[in-house]
Nanobody, 124 residues
Framework: QVQLVESGGGLVQAGGSLRLSCAAS????????IGWFRQAPGKEREFVAA????????YYGDSVKGRFTISGENAKNTVYLQMNSLKPEDTAVYYC?????????????????WGQGTQVTVSS
């Protein structure tokens, strides 16, 4: 079973950028559909972005479209989330997760393995 470890979170001012990493072990990321979700205190887990490999497609939540970019690097078995033009409302714990296909990719319940999360805090 694949294990996931997120990193790259931190404190950044509004308008700044961060790049999150999701490193996989135990299996190859290209065998899975990879999603990024986030959860702010008192709120439900929200879909952020996802990537599929065959075919190579990317998907984004409406609140991050045009600001965030998801990508993958097979050689490092890692998926990235580049976050630009950050806003205070982007503050949350960010998680990566895997599922077997692209159906229902916006639903966190469809993902089988999750990382521990990384905190992103955007100050105004």
């Amino acid at each position: 079973q694949v294990q996931l470890v997120e990193s790259g979170g931190g404190l950044v001012q509004a308008g700044g950028s961060l790049r999150l990493s999701c490193a996989a072990s135990g299996s190859t990321v290209s065998n899975y559909f990879i999603g990024w979700f986030r959860q702010a205190p008192g709120k439900e887990r929200e879909f952020v972005a996802a990537i599929g490999w065959s075919p190579a497609n990317t998907y984004y939540g409406d609140s991050v479209k045009g600001r965030f970019t998801i990508s993958g690097e097979n050689a490092k078995n890692t998926v990235y989330l580049q976050m630009n033009s950050l806003k205070p409302e982007d503050t949350a714990v960010y998680y990566c997760a895997v599922k077997g296909g692209s159906l229902w990719y916006r639903s966190s319940a469809m993902y089988s393995s999750w990382g521990q999360g990384t905190q992103v805090t955007v100050s105004s």
